[in-house]
């Protein structure tokens, strides 16, 4: 509660006048202790009122602190006053189990245009269906968060939901109420008995930037985006409090008791029951208003404390969005306007290479550090050997550098114009940097690859991923930890993980007993993991995680695989020649063979689950068309399934949704006639955000 403006006779509120406000009152020093308790409450909530909503600090750091410890203090010496709503109770209990929350009404997604001409399309299709009305429009930044729906009853917060998948979302409410910009209480005199208020959740730029500082390596977030999930998502609620999460009102999913003509209504009735609103809407009378709203937001956007990418442009008139209505999952009276990815121009000082985990040689690039949307850039992709003389990208030249999708950073191009004669034309090293082995390339591919499966690099690279998240997810051990096993000689192979002791780990940096005994049990739950995260895990060139949940349910069993001709793999649907072949020759060579046995003799299931999986995309189907620009669409069928999803063949009226990439083929045509739901790669990527799987 810093930067206090205000004149000192304006600053605190005093005692008198609180009582008038809860009304006065006498008697029993009980009631007196519940009256001096109420003041307290309402001061600490009149400063939260007037820091996240009104940005009016009315009391110090210190003054705020001091009325906090002294409920909390009372609070605790009389627990018979210590209310649920209570400003003490913002941080509770961990959350054992996240509950599914079903939306009473779908949170839709929304429509996107990217340019002038596909806006005046939505204009004029909205036109066309009521070509009587007359539209005016509110403009709001789009901003870069987490969708909530926020349900109040009696004017108390009983619910706080994500938005999931539009119909079902997950109740995070313990986690929602930590944040300050959400009252627990709606003030002012006209609540409705229930209403839902729909808004983001979002963590400004300086709190990510400090956020990823405090952060290991390996768990830095890509984006403010990811970081504000990543936060609201954690088990315990007082790891969210910490985050400096902050909120926006934007909608009024519904509400009873109370009549709204317009969606400016319901802005002003959000803002009045004490939640943040915007300062940047806008109320457009016309088309004109609202692209000059857009091309305003464009240039200015990058001087605004958190991340936007886009406006959101709506039918004001609550009638006129009823009469309009839907299609699909999208609401007709409203489109977003997305911004292109930022380029920014800087130079390419070098490229150098990685070695994956199969061996693959990963070009990057080094730049000059630049900022692209409050974020510094100084390395990115380069894919392959390939991508780079397609591009022909050379050491020094001016590049135009972009976040794919605002996350990924990629060297777009050369600036040809800037080049002076001095760059030098890139060539991929003929031996690897990390053991000197002579590097390989395959016939027909961009990629290289490193053929010594005892390449330093490659093993850490292969251990690392065998303890992800999506392999054999043993929890405790990060990629540091795994630097430091490797770099000791406790781990050669994956299967010296089996081997592991306390002694052993005891003499690791920053290891006490505790966290060795959680690293133990971690590795011995590891043990029953699937066959499918098994195989994932084992680093076979071109193996995914689709690939290894194909053949697991194939074959059921390791020996199965063992004994199969190379044919029979090839034969399993989805699998093609290159994987199928590269499982085969992976379990002809004696060295993998005899890794086989050392796992299984540390007792690790060799056999597929039965169980149908699931997840909180259980029951949902998805169909890819297109290119994909933040990931490769292997890697989002991977974690479409990994979340429970299941990745259709082909379009059907029964396919829940179609994700349409740039350049789609054929599939979106048959999906729009069939009715099927059509999203762009930014709802994917929302997606998959939301259920922190990027």
């Known amino acids: ?126 036109q066309t269906i009521l070509p009587n009305a007359t539209f005016t429009y509110v403009c709001e930044l789009k901003i870069d968060g987490l969708a909530m729906a926020l349900t109040y009853e009696q004017g108390r917060l009983t619910i706080g939901a994500s938005r999931g998948d539009g119909l079902i979302g997950e109740d995070w409410t313990a986690n929602v109420r930590t944040l300050h910009s959400i009252p627990h209480k709606l003030r002012g005199d006209a609540i409705p008995s229930k209403v839902e208020v729909r808004g983001e959740i ?135 306007f997305k911004y292109p990815p930022t380029q920014v121009a800087t130079k390419l000082l070098d490229i150098r290479v990685n070695i994956g985990r199969t061996g693959s040689v990963n070009p990057w690039a080094v730049l000059e550090p630049i900022n692209i949307r409050g974020v510094t850039v100084s390395r990115a992709s380069l894919h392959n050997e390939g991508d780079i003389q397609r591009k022909d990208l050379r050491i020094g030249d001016w590049v135009l550098v972009q976040r794919a999708g605002e996350v990924i950073p990629q060297v777009v191009k050369p600036v040809l114009e800037r080049r002076t004669g001095e760059e030098q034309v890139y060539q991929l090293p003929e031996r690897c940097p990390f053991c000197d082995t002579p590097i390989e390339r395959v016939p027909d591919q961009a990629m290289a690859y490193c053929p010594n499966k005892q390449c330093p690099e490659r093993i850490l690279q292969g251990v690392i991923h065998f303890v992800s998240k999506g392999a054999m997810d043993i929890d405790s051990i990060g990629e540091k930890m795994c630097e430091q096993l490797v770099n000791a000689g406790y781990i050669k192979s994956v299967a010296d993980f089996y081997l592991l002791t306390e002694e052993q780990l005891l003499t690791l940096e920053g290891v006490k007993k505790k966290s060795a005994d959680n690293m133990l049990k971690a590795i011995e739950t590891s043990k029953h993991r699937s066959l499918t995260r098994l195989l994932f895990g084992l680093n076979i060139r071109y193996m995914g995680e689709k690939s290894a949940q194909l053949i697991a349910g194939a074959f059921g069993t390791v020996d199965k695989i063992i004994q199969a001709s190379a044919e029979e793999i090839i034969s399993v649907p989805g699998i093609g020649p290159e994987i199928g072949q590269s499982l085969y020759n992976w379990f002809q060579d004696t060295d993998n063979l005899a890794l086989i046995e050392r796992l299984r003799e540390a007792g690790l299931t060799m056999e597929e689950e039965l169980s149908d999986h699931t997840g909180p995309l259980s029951g949902q189907s998805f169909l890819l068309t297109g290119r994909l620009t933040t990931m490769t669409r292997l890697e989002a069928e991977d974690t479409l399934t990994r979340l429970g999803g299941k990745i259709a063949t082909g379009v059907s009226k029964s396919l829940s949704h179609l994700i349409a990439g740039e350049d789609p083929g054929s599939k979106l045509t048959k999906a729009q006639k069939a009715g099927v739901p059509v999203h762009d790669e930014q709802w994917l990527v929302d997606l998959l955000t939301e259920h922190e799987a990027i």
């Not at 020093?29 to 009256?35: F, I, M, N, R, V």
């Not at 915007?278 to 956007?301: F, G, S």
């Open 1 to 126: 509660m810093s930067d206090v403006h205000q004149e000192e006779d304006e600053l605190h509120y005093s005692e008198t006048d609180a009582n008038l406000a809860i009304g006065q009152v006498r008697g029993s020093e009980e009631e007196q202790l519940a009256a001096h308790v109420a003041v307290l409450r309402h001061q600490i909530e009149e400063a939260n009122y007037q820091y996240y909503v009104n940005d009016n600090p009315v009391l110090t750091d210190a003054e705020y602190d001091q009325l906090m410890l002294e409920l909390q203090r009372i609070e605790r010496e009389h627990p018979e006053l210590q209310t649920p709503d209570s400003p003490t109770q913002r941080v509770g209990a961990p959350v054992q189990d996240v509950a599914q929350h079903h939306h009473p009404l779908p949170m839709l997604s929304l429509a996107n245009a990217r340019n002038e001409q596909e806006l005046q399309a939505w204009y004029k299709r909205a």
């Open 202 to 336: 979002y963590m400004p730029i300086k709190s990510f930037e400090q956020l990823n500082e405090e952060m290991s390596a390996s768990r830095i977030f890509a984006n403010p985006r990811n970081a504000a999930a990543g936060s609201l998502r954690q088990k315990d609620p007082r790891n969210t409090a910490t985050r400096n999460l902050n909120f926006f009102g934007y909608q009024i999913g519904y509400i009873q008791g109370m009549q709204i003509t317009s969606h400016w209504e319901a802005l002003q009735l959000i803002r009045d029951w004490g939640f943040p609103v915007n300062p940047h809407i806008q109320l457009a009378q016309n088309l004109d208003e609202v692209l000059a709203y857009c091309n305003k937001w464009e240039k200015e956007r990058f001087n605004l404390p958190y991340e936007i990418d886009g406006v959101v442009i709506k039918i004001n008139d609550l009638a006129h969005q009823e009469e309009l209505g839907t299609v699909a999952r999208d609401p007709r009276w409203a489109i977003a």
